[in-house]
């Protein structure tokens, strides 16, 4: 899908070729960056993993903390205009809910009194940086002149006042750690057994074969439902409910991996270097491991780019239902667990909001993907 | 298959089998179930039998009576309860419907995208086309139920959202009124269930088309003067919609789990939701039911589409 490329620079890049000889990660490389959509899913992927990483610091707040008074408080409106002018630097309001005395619904009414302006750098909640060091510095806060401090819901707050804008924060670090974790496990097994499933071939191949298509039998989403509700129903812990997700889903998804390495394996396992390495007496899994699997080292970053959007879609709607990701531990799916029924997502429209990071998060790693792909292999056209 | 099948319901039932909190303790506290019934199921599953037992019971009333359990939750046959009150005909409509919708719209786009390749039209197209792919049905789901009822205020117009009728017409005799309402009700499904569909159809058949537009027999037909329209569609797209028609069976199970969450989203009638009732309230064997049901569906999909693929092109021989 090289649409991007324009025809002269592809002369330019042609010319230059017969001068510079370039590696292939280069190579890989170049292409790459002629990709302008990829590019773009790049850099979104790197800024969505940046912000997982530096959650806390990010995140104004503590995700578990509940401020009970800012129930369902509408996001922050962030001002640069009052009644003395402009102001470069934007600022908030403090809220205050209030119940209307006949119906008992909550409105949140504005004092205009004070400026709270937003300030970067602010100490906050105290937190683990990386898990190393204590501090309380966070990204940005809302404070007024003399110090004093207004709440700040970029996003708006949930039902128990907790700042949805933390926890997307938060949660965005279970959304996407879930793909790379699950491509961890199914790329050992996948690569061990499709790749003696393609290099041997015969009655080992058709055993591993048949066991595979047994997984690839087993619908999807459903059995992951019940795999979740077992899960769930035990009464575990969220770490081991979040790892037990982890491995219901390299379970479903390894079969499907594995046959495809094993068609890679079948078509390179013809190649003369092959044959090279075995008169040269490299043992069988010398070979695939050393010789082949190297071979197809950028076909599987491509395959593990392209897996991980299914991935945190599977979680998103597993833990959507009910059936993944739990309470305390919280993800984008989990997040939108709260918008399950119509009446609340009229009365609270920002509680869909976390769905905007799965679309954009699923849409980078898409583009990357394909962007890798075409990289890879500029001779496919799908 | 039925080898596979079988293997399929053995690691299902192992896996609900782990399940805690088991249905007996449910039925114990239900006043309408006497210990009499209790009873009876009791000697008849072989609840407070070890695993195998269970399973062989449970096993051999399907090969003998074709007898797939009872429903705890309302005491009927397990086919009963996934499958009636037209469950499984909704089901059916449901996913034709959108698949039929899904070809419709994607092939032509595909080959307006192919014969356009690289203009403006084209990259939009396949923008569009990766966003459905990225939405979350679910997700798409409640943005749409959003969108009718906050925005548009649909509640003002006597319209409700979710299900498939309004409740003044249920139950009410099919009248073109009715129809509307189906329609209103029914196309929210076709259009969170096929967007994510949409995608990789129109991708499969833009690089079908371009790889068979650039194959020397379109030349020779463009080279004998034919008229491009002529070359593209009676030479070029017949040939290039061939690998696509396996994509047509493959499709099957996907439209299946992918109208899963939807249909529990949009509160539609289907088997998936019923599954997911099932699985709510632990109800074993309708669980299983509904795993067997959507296994071989799976089966019944990969099956089709290889006979497909063989029947349109003669050069593929199984066996």
Same mark, same amino acid.
């Given at each position: ?162 700042? &949805?804008?933390? *926890?997307? @924060? ?6 996407? %750690?879930? =793909?790379?974790?699950? #491509?961890? !496990? $199914? ?78 394996? &079948?078509?390179? *396992?013809? @190649? ?6 075995? %008169?040269? =007496?490299?043992?069988? #899994?010398? !070979? $695939? ?78 583009? &990357? ?14 | ?319």
């Amino acid at each position: 899908m090289a649409w991007f490329r324009k025809k002269k620079e592809l002369e330019k890049e042609m010319g230059k070729r017969e001068h510079v000889s370039l590696s292939q990660g280069q190579m890989i490389w170049r292409a790459f960056r002629k990709h302008r959509l990829g590019n773009i899913g790049m850099v979104i992927v790197l800024i969505l993993v940046v912000s997982a990483v530096f959650a806390e610091f990010v995140a104004p707040y503590s995700y578990a903390d509940q401020y009970n008074s800012y129930s369902f408080s509408p996001p922050s409106k962030l001002h640069s205009r009052s009644d003395d002018g402009f102001s470069l630097r934007p600022f908030v309001y403090k809220t205050t809910r209030q119940f209307d005395r006949v119906t008992y619904t909550p409105t949140f009414v504005v004092d205009t009194s004070t400026k709270y302006y937003i300030r970067l750098f602010v100490r906050g909640a105290e937190y683990k940086m990386l898990g190393l060091f204590k501090t309380n510095v966070h990204l940005f806060g809302a404070r007024s002149a003399d110090g004093d401090e207004a709440m700040i819901f970029l996003l708006g707050a949930d039902g128990y006042g907790r700042d &949805l804008f933390t *926890r997307t @924060m938060i949660g965005g670090r279970i959304s996407l %750690a879930v =793909g790379p974790l699950v #491509i961890l !496990i $199914i790329f050992p097994i996948a690569i061990v057994l499709g790749g003696i499933s393609g290099y041997y071939g015969g009655g080992i191949d058709m055993f591993l074969q048949r066991f595979g298509e047994v997984f690839m039998a087993i619908p999807g989403l459903p059995i992951l439902l019940v795999m979740g509700a077992a899960l769930s129903g035990f009464g575990f812990p969220a770490t081991i409910v979040f790892m037990g997700i982890i491995a219901a889903l390299a379970i479903v998804s390894w079969a499907g991996m594995a046959r495809i390495i094993r068609g890679q394996f &079948l078509a390179i *396992r013809q @190649m003369d270097f092959v044959a090279a390495a075995k %008169a040269a =007496g490299s043992s069988d #899994i010398r !070979i $695939i491991l050393r010789h082949i699997t190297p071979n197809i080292t950028s076909y599987l970053i491509v395959a593990a780019t392209l897996t991980i959007p299914g991935m945190m879609l599977t979680e998103a709607a597993l833990s959507f239902l009910g059936y993944g990701i739990h309470e305390p531990m919280t993800s984008w799916g989990q997040l939108l667990n709260a918008a399950t029924n119509i009446s609340g997502i009229e009365e609270h429209p920002w509680l869909l909001i976390p769905g905007i990071f799965i679309v954009v998060a699923v849409l980078a790693f898409n583009f &990357l993907g394909d962007a890798l792909r075409d990289a890879v292999d500029p001779f496919t056209i799908i | 298959m039925l080898p596979l099948l079988i293997l399929v319901s053995i690691i299902s039932f192992g896996l609900i089998q782990v399940m805690p909190g088991d249905y007996l303790t449910r039925a114990k506290m239900n006043p309408q179930i006497t210990q009499k019934t209790l009873n009876q199921m009791m000697a008849r599953y072989g609840l407070d039998k070890p695993f195998h037992v269970q399973y062989w019971l449970w096993f051999k009333q399907i090969i003998t009576k074709g007898d797939f359990g009872t429903s705890f939750e309302t005491m009927r046959p397990v086919y009963w309860t996934l499958f009636m009150g037209d469950r499984f005909m909704w089901t059916i409509i449901i996913a034709s419907t959108t698949m039929l919708l899904t070809w419709l719209i994607a092939i032509p786009l595909g080959i307006y995208s192919a014969t356009h390749q690289y203009k403006p039209s084209d990259h939009t197209l396949t923008f569009f086309g990766f966003l459905g792919l990225s939405v979350p049905n679910f997700f798409f789901a409640l943005v749409v139920l959003w969108v009718l009822v906050a925005i548009f205020k649909v509640g003002n117009y006597g319209l409700g959202v979710g299900g498939l009728f309004d409740n003044r017409f249920i139950g009410a005799p099919w009248s073109t009124a009715k129809f509307w309402n189906l329609l209103w009700h029914i196309w929210p499904a076709w259009l969170v269930i096929g967007t994510s569909g949409m995608a990789g159809l129109l991708r499969y058949m833009r690089g079908s088309l371009l790889d068979t537009l650039s194959l020397q027999y379109v030349q020779t037909a463009r080279a004998k003067g034919l008229n491009e329209r002529v070359v593209i569609y009676k030479h070029a797209v017949r040939n290039a919609i061939n690998p696509l028609v396996s994509m047509l069976g493959m499709s099957l199970p996907g439209l299946v789990s992918g109208s899963l969450v939807t249909a529990i989203v949009l509160n539609l009638p289907t088997v998936e939701r019923a599954f997911f009732s099932a699985l709510q309230a632990q109800d074993t064997y309708v669980i299983m039911g509904g795993l067997l049901f959507f296994s071989l569906f799976l089966l019944v999909g990969n099956l089709l589409a290889d006979i497909l693929l063989a029947w349109v092109d003669p050069r593929i021989r199984y066996g």
